[in-house]
């Protein structure tokens, strides 16, 4: 089955500066590629999302990059505020199980 | 995803007991899920169903069980067979097995005392 790795586990940047987090997948045919942020004790929220068929998509200041052919992506929050700080879950599908395969999360923590 | 609902949001079970956890949703979505979360694991999947009277086993099914009798509703039962089932429990939701986002409801945190 699908294996999705997730770095850092943990995050802390200072308000303004940008976040990296990055997943890599394994299996080839996965094609869709969500990611989740998930305040303490409520429910994971989409944020963004990719298909296979883009490298890049941007909503505002965050944005998701796939490289298909090193099959890893990697989510990019920029100008960072204290309300980022979540925990953000990265997850992989595949067209045939319908099934989401996701990351470990990284905790971000941004200090005002 | 405020059309997802989980009910209730703390239980506490004793040792030997059954559990029902409910889940329904009124978005109209054919695909509906349950996963647990444990600290530092993510989300692991237990049982899908795609249509109703139709579930699937996910990666974590022993000492879980379900039923699909309407296409709004997805009780998880855990039974005592679940050797530990201390965690946080969310149902998700679909449109269809061609569409692949999914909603999650806002969770039940289930502790066994």
């Known amino acids: 089955g699908e294996n999705v790795e997730q770095h850092p586990s943990t995050l802390s940047v200072q308000e303004g500066d940008s976040a990296v987090i990055k997943c890599t997948y394994s299996?080839?045919?996965?094609?869709?590629f969500p990611w989740y942020k998930q305040e303490l004790g409520k429910r994971p929220q989409l944020i963004i999302d990719?298909?296979?068929?883009?490298g890049e998509k941007k909503d505002q200041r965050i944005a998701v990059t796939l490289n298909k052919t090193a099959k890893h992506f990697s989510l990019h929050i920029t100008e960072t505020q204290p309300e980022d700080s979540a925990v953000y879950f990265c997850a992989a599908s595949t067209n045939t199980g319908n099934q989401f395969y996701f990351g470990t999360g990284t905790s971000l923590t941004v200090i005002p | 995803d405020g059309g997802i609902t989980q009910s209730p949001k703390y239980l506490f079970r004793k040792e030997g007991q059954n559990v029902t956890l409910s889940c329904e949703q009124n978005?109209?979505?054919?695909?509906m899920y349950w996963y647990r979360q444990d600290p530092g694991q993510g989300l692991r999947l237990i049982y899908y169903?795609?249509?109703?009277?139709?579930?699937q086993k996910g990666d974590i099914a022993e000492g879980y069980s379900v039923s699909r009798e309407k296409k709004e509703s997805f009780p998880l039962t855990v039974t005592s067979a679940q050797k530990n089932p201390t965690a946080f429990y969310l149902c998700a939701s679909s449109r269809g097995p061609w569409v692949d986002t999914q909603y999650f409801g806002p969770g039940t945190r289930l502790t066994v005392l």
């Open positions: 990719i298909r296979s068929n883009v």
């Open positions: 299996d080839s045919a996965s094609n869709y």
């Open positions: 169903s795609q249509i109703v009277n139709d579930f």
């Open positions: 978005l109209n979505h054919d695909a």
